[in-house]
């Protein structure tokens, strides 16, 4: 299949190398000629992982965002949810009709890239899908360079707008094989396991985090205490998408650091093979770190206003908001990914359905 893949972060890298290794046509785009320069010259990237090291060879690296969207049926954006308002408008041009583009995760990037592209004057028929994590636990060690600790075994995925779900996931699990099928793109947003994880471990962990060099929130940071603050949080982000009426399985936090659970999205050694890795004992910034800026700032003011708006009460997301805020000195939820800023809050139950069914 001829897919493309847009950005140059760590999981944007780890797809290409993957999704070439499965024998797809891929089209590998980033901004930046000079951080480019590696991959657009040698047209490989080594990767690392259980099965060994290798050079693996990207068929078109490309700095044409028009030809890499251009030469698709698919294209996947494995980027933080930060940088989704800018990609989405310098993308919007570009959609044809059939195409699917994957947001893994999305925090209802999936809305945005749709209102976006309607903004622009593009009504083609394309579906957005969303899942839950980045399909890849990766770090790049050079600029052609990544090391891959452990790859998604499940991934709930929700397509927007809904009524196109059986086109997009016969594109989709071509690609990715581990998709399993949800109800909508707010089904997917609200099993975006980043709001959840990293919040309380660098807001609990503010002390280490600002005084030692680096330090490892998945190691030494996730101690009982801040454990029990992420099921709490956890429970509301379960209660929300019970109060809409979504179908379990949820994918409950707790079995990622489960050795004998249900199978999480990374299977059931995954937290183990990130802290074994060492890649993760790392300097964070408490003001600029994509934890705060996209997990935090998107990800929870997102699970907030869908609790304003069913009625549903969010104390703990409220809690580490408001904490964020005050570290910040921003006020987070304003500038959030929420439903108001969606221009979708003042929908009611019916219609929202409906929405997320027909994209209009």
Sequence with gaps: MRVAVLGGGHGCYAAAVELSERGHEVWFWRRGAEDFAPVLDGGVIRVRDSKGEREVSIAHPTLSLEEAIG???VIVIPLPAITHEDLAVACAPCWKDGQVVFLPPGTLGSILFAQAARAAGNNADVSFAETGTLPYLVRKHGPADIVVSAYATRLPTGVFPAKNSEHAFALLEQVYPSIERIEDGLSG????????????LILMNAGPLEHFAAWDIHNEGTQPSIRAVTTALDNERIALREALGYAAPHFPLADHYSQDGDEWMYGNTAHEKLTDSGDWREKIDLKTHRYMREDTALG??????IGRWLGQPTPVASGLLAMASAVTGED????GRTLE???????DRQAMKEFLRDGV
Excluded at 341 to 346: D, F, H, N, P, Q
């Design 71 to 73: 030469a698709a049926e």
């Design 332 to 335: 987070l939820y304003a500038s």
């Design 300 to 305: 929870l003011s997102m699970l907030v206003s």
């Design 189 to 200: 947003g609200l099993m975006n396991a980043g709001p959840i994880i990293h919040p309380p």
């Design 341 to 347: 800023r969606l221009g979708i809050a003042t929908l």
